[in-house]
């Protein structure tokens, strides 16, 4: 059986820097040195030694759906709520309803929202 520890998550996007600062801007993530190459793709840390790639490919499409998304935990979600609501980036919950949250049959409270390019992000409260 192998062990495996996550590392990061890659993404392709088509304004490099229209993400990074979406990314920093909602999610006040650090950027962090790409020691992979020269190349003009840019890291944001995400904690505990994760990482978020910014990868740049400006001719290809984005296809994503709900269901295709990344989790991000955190232990206050009313005050990441409010601050979505203070920089007007719209949320819904799983169902699609806008403005609203969701709370699983387990107990974790869960938003959704989309960055420029498309992609979805949930942020709950799951321990």
Request: glycine share 4%; hydrophobic share 40%.
């Amino acid at each position: 059986m192998f062990t495996f520890s996550f590392n990061h998550i890659a993404i392709s996007v088509k304004d490099v820097d229209q993400s990074m600062a979406f990314y920093q801007k909602v999610l006040q993530l650090k950027e962090v040195e790409n020691t992979a190459s020269n190349s003009k793709t840019r890291w944001l840390a995400l904690g505990e030694g994760k990482q978020l790639h910014i990868i740049p490919r400006p001719k290809e499409e984005v296809k994503t759906n709900k269901a295709v998304h990344f989790a991000l935990a955190i232990a206050d979600i009313d005050t990441f709520i409010q601050h979505l609501n203070t920089l007007r980036v719209d949320y819904s919950d799983w169902l699609g309803t806008v403005r609203k949250d969701y709370v699983r049959k387990d107990g974790v409270q869960q938003v959704y929202f989309q960055d420029p390019d498309g992609y979805w992000i949930e942020i709950n409260n799951a321990k």
